[in-house]
Structure formats: structure tokens, C-alpha cells
Nanobody, 125 residues
Framework: QVQLVESGGGLVQAGGSLRLSCAAS????????LGWFRRAPGTEREFVAG????????YYADSVKGRFTISGDNAKNMVYLQMDSLKPEDTAVYYC??????????????????WGQGTQVTVSS
């Protein structure tokens, strides 16, 4: 049974930093990758960042580029999201997601097969 467990969310002031972690278990994703999505109140879930192990490629949403950094450890089935210069508009539930394979659509929700329960990130102004 595949499980993705996020940790590291919380409350932070604008301009601060948080680091999210996600531990995947139940299978490996060596042929695919891991990513982060988020859903703010009243909005659709949106892509934040992704990392694919083939070529160690990383992808970011334009809204977080330059502020967030995704990293991971394929052998440990872990992915991290370092979030710096946080803004109130980054407030959302952040979800870890896993893709069993890579088909060239790293930012598409449909590319991911497994999801975590989410962790709340709140940025106060």
C-alpha cells in the first residue's frame, strides 16, 4: 500500500521560511518523480514544484520560481520543499504527490498517481 506522509507545515510570518518533507512508502518511484501541489481556500489545486529522477529534472510554477526549491532523495523515497520569502498568498494546504512514470507533463495533476493527505501552511502578513 502506497503512502505519502507530509510534514513541516505551520504558521510563519511573511518573508519567513518553511521546509516541507514528504516520505513515500510502499513502492519506489525511480521511473517517475515526486511533486508538490497546493490548494488555497476557494481555489483549485495547483502545481507548485516537481522533481523527476531521470536527469534529475526540476519544475516550478511561475509563482514560486526563485523562492521555493524542491529536492529529494530517490534512494530514500523522500522529497522536500524549501520555501523562502513566503507571502500571504502562499497560504494553502500543500500536498505531496508521486508519479509512477514520466510522460513529459510534470506540472499536470493527471501525471500523479498517489497523493498525501496534505499539510497546512499559513503565512501571516
Amino acid at each position: 500500500q502506497v503512502q505519502l506522509v507530509e510534514s513541516g507545515g505551520g504558521l510563519v510570518q511573511a518573508g519567513g521560511s518553511l521546509r516541507l518533507s514528504c516520505a513515500a512508502s510502499g513502492r519506489t518511484f525511480s521511473r517517475g518523480g515526486l511533486g508538490w501541489f497546493r490548494r488555497a481556500p476557494g481555489t483549485e489545486r495547483e502545481f507548485v514544484a516537481g522533481i523527476y529522477w531521470s536527469g534529475l529534472s526540476t519544475y516550478y510554477a511561475d509563482s514560486v520560481k526563485g523562492r521555493f526549491t524542491i529536492s529529494g532523495d530517490n534512494a530514500k523515497n523522500m522529497v522536500y520543499l524549501q520555501m523562502d520569502s513566503l507571502k500571504p498568498e502562499d497560504t494553502a494546504v500543500y500536498y505531496c504527490a508521486a508519479a509512477a512514470a514520466y510522460y513529459g507533463l510534470a506540472k499536470a495533476e493527471s501525471s500523479y498517481n498517489f497523493w498525501g493527505q496534505g499539510t497546512q501552511v499559513t503565512v501571516s502578513s
